[in-house]
C-alpha cells in the first residue's frame, strides 16, 4: 500500500523552528505541531513533503489534528528530517508529475494521489536519501533491526523490484496477499521451498529456465515469472544456499538474453551511528571486491560492437535499509558505485566516528541514484557485452557460494525495443 504525500508549505518562523529544534536534538526524530492553510485538497496522515519558496527543505511523518483557528488545520509532525542543503525544487517535481496531478504542489498544498505520491517519494530520495527515515516511519514497514533473517528478505525484495525496473515491467502485484505475511519460517521474499532429493525433477524443470543452473538439495529456491503478453518475459529466481540468519548479503545477477549483457550488484547494508547512516567495509567486501574484480577481467575481453558508459559490470549498493514491507514496491534509498570507485573509495582512507573506513551519503557523493541506475540499465548502457549464458550460469553458482543468497532475473525481448516507460505486467501462471 503506497503510503500517500502530502506538500506542507512552511511560513518563515515554522521552517526556522524545525530547523532550530532539530538541530538541538541529538537524533533525526523531532516532533512537534504546525497550523497551516489547508484548501479543497486537504493534507492526509503519511508523509509530507516540507515546502519553503518553492524548494522542499525537509520532510516528515504528518497526521491531521483539529482546528487551529476559522481557517487553518494543525498538523502533527514526526521524524522530522531538515534537509541542510536541499536541491529538491518543486517545478522540478512537477516535471515528474501529469498536469492533473499539479494542485496539491501549489499553496495551500495537499495531498497527491497515490500513483503521484510515489513519484514525489522516489524523486525526493533519489535526491536526498537521508529523508528516508521521514517516509521509513510513515509506511506499516516491519523494523529490521539486527534481524538477520528480516535484513535478506528485505534485500531479495529490494533486488526483485529493480529486477522488474531493468525490464521495465510494472506488474500490479508482485506477491499475492496470501503470500505477504513476514512470518518466522519466511526464508525467501519469493514463495520459496526446499530442494529435496524426490523433487530434484520438478525443481531441475523449473531452474532449467535459468541457463542451466542446478540447485542442490539443500537450497531453497523461489521462481516467478512477468510479462507484459506481448514479447517481454522477466523470470526471476531468489535462491537461498545458507539460511536466512546466515548469509551474508545477497547478489544481483541480472541477463539480457537478446543483448547478451550481464550485469551483478552486491547490496550492503548502511547502519546509523550518531547523526549519520553509515556503511564500514569488511573482510568479506575485500574478499568479494577480488571476486567482482575477476568478473569485470573476464567481461573486458568480450568482443563486441556495441557501446557501454561503464566497461564493466560488478557494482556495489550501499543501501539504508531500515524495515520490511512486503507490499511495498519502491527501491530502497541508497547509492550505486562501481566496483572501481569503492576500491577508489576504501584507497582514500576517509574516516568516520569513532575511525575507520566508511562510506555515507555525504563522502561519496558521486554516485548513481536508484531512477538514474535503472534507467542506464534499461537503455543498455551498463552491463557487459557478448556474455554467453555458461558464464551466467557460473556466476550464479559463485554468487550462492558466497553470500549464501542470489536473486537472478533473465529478460527475454523478443522485439527488442526501445526503453520508455515501464508496461503493464501479469505474473505468468
Known amino acids: 500500500m503506497t503510503v500517500l504525500v502530502s506538500i506542507v508549505f512552511l511560513g518563515e518562523e515554522d521552517a526556522k523552528h524545525l530547523k532550530d529544534m532539530q538541530d538541538s536534538e541529538t537524533l533525526?526524530?523531532?516532533?512537534?505541531?504546525?497550523?497551516v492553510l489547508e484548501g479543497t485538497r486537504r493534507h492526509k496522515t503519511g508523509a509530507a513533503l516540507l515546502v519553503r519558496d518553492e524548494t522542499v527543505i525537509g520532510a516528515a511523518q504528518i497526521a491531521r489534528g483539529g482546528r487551529a483557528d476559522d481557517i487553518r488545520r494543525r498538523l502533527d509532525l514526526n521524524s522530522v528530517t531538515m534537509l541542510n542543503t536541499s536541491t529538491a525544487r518543486l517545478d522540478d517535481l512537477r516535471s515528474?508529475?501529469?498536469?492533473?496531478?499539479?494542485?496539491?504542489?501549489?499553496?495551500?498544498?495537499?495531498?497527491?494521489?497515490?500513483?503521484?505520491?510515489?513519484?514525489?517519494?522516489?524523486?525526493?530520495?533519489?535526491?536526498?536519501?537521508?529523508?528516508?527515515?521521514?517516509?521509513?516511519t510513515a509506511g506499516t514497514g516491519r523494523p529490521i533491526g539486527d534481524n538477520a533473517r528480516l535484513a535478506l528478505v528485505a534485500e531479495q525484495q529490494e533486488a526483485t523490484t529493480a529486477l522488474?525496473?531493468?525490464?521495465?515491467?510494472?506488474?500490479?502485484?508482485?506477491?499475492?496477499?496470501?503470500?505477504?505475511?513476514?512470518?518466522?519460517?519466511?526464508?525467501?521474499?519469493?514463495?520459496?521451498?526446499?530442494?529435496t532429493p524426490h523433487e530434484d525433477a520438478l525443481v531441475?524443470?523449473?531452474?532449467?529456465?535459468?541457463?542451466?543452473?542446478?540447485?542442490?538439495?539443500?537450497?531453497?529456491?523461489?521462481?516467478?515469472?512477468?510479462?507484459?503478453?506481448?514479447?517481454?518475459?522477466?523470470?526471476?529466481?531468489?535462491?537461498?544456499?545458507?539460511?536466512?540468519e546466515s548469509a551474508v548479503g545477497t547478489d544481483l545477477i541480472y541477463y539480457h538474453e537478446q543483448r547478451k549483457s550481464f550485469v551483478l550488484v552486491q547490496y550492503k547494508r548502511m547502519k546509523s551511528e550518531t547523526r549519520s547512516w553509515i556503511y564500514r567495509p569488511d573482510a568479506q567486501l575485500h574478499k568479494q571486491l577480488d571476486t567482482m574484480k575477476s568478473v569485470d577481467d573476464c567481461c573486458s575481453t568480450e568482443d563486441s560492437d556495441?557501446?557501454?558508459?561503464?566497461?564493466?559490470?560488478?557494482?556495489?549498493?550501499?543501501?539504508?535499509?531500515?524495515?520490511?514491507?512486503?507490499?511495498?514496491?519502491?527501491?530502497?534509498?541508497?547509492?550505486?558505485?562501481?566496483?572501481?570507485?569503492v576500491e577508489q573509495h576504501i584507497r582514500a582512507g576517509t574516516k568516520g566516528p569513532g575511525g575507520g573506513t566508511y562510506f555515507s551519503f555525504e563522502n561519496a557523493p558521486n554516485y548513481l541514484t536508484n531512477t538514474l541506475f535503472t534507467d542506464l540499465v534499461a537503455q543498455g548502457l551498463i552491463g557487459s557485452r557478448g556474455t554467453d549464458t555458461d558464464f551466467i550460469r557460473d556466476q550464479i553458482a559463485s554468487s550462492l557460494e558466497q553470500t549464501g543468497s542470489t536473486v537472478v532475473g533473465v529478460l527475454s525481448d523478443e522485439k527488442d525495443r526501445r526503453p520508455g516507460p515501464s508496461r503493464q505486467a501479469k505474473i505468468v501462471e
Open 204 to 244: 531441475e524443470h523449473d531452474v532449467g529456465r535459468f541457463l542451466g543452473w542446478r540447485a542442490e538439495s539443500t537450497d531453497v529456491v523461489g521462481i516467478r515469472a512477468f510479462t507484459d503478453g506481448v514479447g517481454r518475459t522477466l523470470q526471476v529466481m531468489n535462491a537461498n544456499r545458507t539460511p536466512a
Open 164 to 195: 522488474l525496473a531493468f525490464a521495465q515491467l510494472d506488474p500490479e502485484f508482485v506477491l499475492v496477499p496470501a503470500e505477504r505475511n513476514p512470518d518466522k519460517d519466511r526464508q525467501t521474499f519469493l514463495p520459496a521451498h526446499k530442494v
Open 306 to 341: 556495441e557501446f557501454r558508459l561503464f566497461q564493466t559490470p560488478s557494482f556495489v549498493k550501499i543501501c539504508k535499509l531500515e524495515s520490511l514491507n512486503l507490499e511495498s514496491r519502491s527501491l530502497v534509498p541508497g547509492m550505486y558505485l562501481a566496483r572501481e570507485q
Open 28 to 35: 533525526k526524530s523531532v516532533t512537534t505541531s504546525l497550523a
Open 96 to 136: 515528474r508529475l501529469y498536469a492533473s496531478q499539479h494542485a496539491p504542489t501549489r499553496a495551500p498544498g495537499g495531498a497527491l494521489t497515490s500513483n503521484a505520491s510515489e513519484s514525489a517519494r522516489q524523486w525526493l530520495l533519489d535526491k536526498h536519501p537521508e529523508a528516508s527515515t521521514s517516509f521509513a
